[in-house]
């Protein structure tokens, strides 16, 4: 037997409500319902017993629809806000497209979700980190606006990035070439290192959180906020904040975390940008369980097109003790800039420290040179505009000169 659902209750209420259906239909269908062994949609019976004709059928699936998106924006308003459309759902909360009334703009609103709002402790500490956040300013970072509270409901909006994630571009792609790859991850990695002045950890780095303009800036966003006091039990499905298949060992185990932890995470994105895939996979637990006692599968296994000295990269970024990674940043810049290097021009790899640092000061010398160029030109392009517009003033000014002088002439002939 067949259990009604939910939508053909909600479907049937709606039809007796406006007059389509009499309380006697609704029965027979919900008996017919009942006694099928099969699966059976309220509204399909209805127009197959003749009590609602395609066309009524159709009006008030539409009408469902609409009331339905309705209901959902109702409970998830905040003041100040007008919610446009469902952008994604993670394990913190709802992120929805909708302007700024204020400010009469679109942002990202990001709604937590009820079950972190349990704990008072939880609520402050949000509260206090994420504006924090909002105080923050990068270009590789997406910006929160504004943080608050309204009835049940903790927000913070952000920025609203036009493009699409780190993670539809690797399905839609597959492996990334490994200069694409490399680029990309100095962008997070300049984010990772401006983060960390404010004692930020990032905890949820993933390609789902990286957003790519039009133009190729990856920016990172949908911040963690509750960096290291959360305990996590790796026996328990679902219950870790943030996302297993890039999540570190001692992240996974609830110990403290620092930028180092992001560094793993960032890792184990890299992995997947070269491998199109992440490197476990599995149970939420068995995922865990791999990133705290597993090592890394090579990515070179995966894809032979990734350069040796990429893949010593991922290791170290992705070593099971945070000590063993990179110490520092700028260590990591400059392993990443010299691959970048070889891969170019083919030299890098093989240089010795002064060598590297002396060739990556000079590719962004040559950066930096191109980009004074095109700023040059666009001051010429401004100066020649001006000067076109000096030039139409003038001979508008000399028209009107001669009209007013013929004008005159012959006001004196006459």
């Known amino acids: 037997m067949a259990e009604i659902q939910a939508h053909d209750r909600a479907f049937s209420k709606l039809a007796l409500k406006n007059g389509f259906l009499t309380r006697d239909q609704v029965k027979e269908c919900f008996r017919a319902i009942r006694n099928s062994d099969h699966e059976l949609r309220f509204e399909d019976l209805a127009v197959e017993k003749a009590f609602l004709s395609n066309e009524q059928a159709t009006a008030l699936s539409l009408a469902y629809r609409r009331l339905r998106k309705d209901n959902e924006k109702r409970k998830w308003n905040v003041k100040g806000y007008e919610i446009y459309s469902k952008l994604g759902e993670g394990g913190l909360g709802v992120v929805y497209k909708a302007k700024q009334t204020s400010m009469n703009r679109l942002v990202a609103l990001k709604i937590l979700h009820k079950r972190w709002l349990n704990d008072e402790e939880f609520k402050q500490r949000f509260l206090v980190e994420a504006r924090l956040v909002g105080k923050l300013s990068h270009q590789n970072l997406i910006k929160v606006y504004d943080v608050g509270r309204e009835d049940w409901k903790l927000y913070f909006s952000m920025e609203y990035v036009e493009g699409e994630t780190l993670e539809h571009v690797i399905e839609r792609e597959g492996p990334l070439d490994p200069l694409r790859a490399i680029e990309f991850t100095l962008q997070v990695l300049?984010?990772?290192?401006?983060?960390?002045?404010?004692?930020?950890?990032?905890?949820?780095?993933?390609?789902?959180?990286?957003?790519?303009?039009?133009?190729?800036?990856?920016?990172?966003?949908?911040?963690?906020?509750?960096?290291?006091?959360?305990?996590?039990?790796?026996?328990?499905?679902?219950?870790?904040?943030?996302?297993?298949?890039?999540?570190?060992?001692e992240q996974a185990m609830g110990k403290d975390v620092d930028f180092r932890s992001d560094l793993y995470s960032l890792g184990v994105t890299l992995y997947h940008m070269v491998a199109k895939r992440p490197p476990f996979d599995g149970t939420v637990s068995t995922i865990m369980r791999a990133h705290i006692r597993d090592e890394l599968p090579s990515p070179r296994e995966v894809n032979p097109n990734i350069p040796e000295a990429l893949e010593r990269i991922i290791k170290k970024m992705t070593a099971k003790s945070p000590d063993d990674r990179y110490r520092t940043c700028e260590e990591l810049f400059e392993e990443l800039e010299a691959v970048k290097l070889k891969e170019k021009t083919g030299k890098g790899v093989d240089m010795d420290r002064a060598e590297l640092v002396e060739a990556v000061r000079l590719e962004k010398d040559k950066a930096r040179q191109r980009q004074l160029e095109v700023i040059e030109l666009q001051h010429q392009l401004d100066r020649l505009t001006m000067l076109f517009w000096a030039a139409a003033a003038v001979a508008g000014l000399a028209i009107i000169a001669c009209v007013y002088l013929g004008w005159q002439l012959q006001a004196r002939a006459g």
């Open 190 to 249: 300049r984010a990772i290192r401006y983060i960390s002045r404010f004692d930020i950890v990032h905890c949820d780095i993933k390609p789902s959180n990286i957003l790519l303009t039009t133009d190729g800036v990856a920016k990172l966003g949908d911040f963690g906020f509750v960096k290291s006091n959360i305990a996590i039990d790796v026996t328990e499905e679902g219950s870790v904040l943030g996302t297993p298949d890039y999540i570190s060992p």
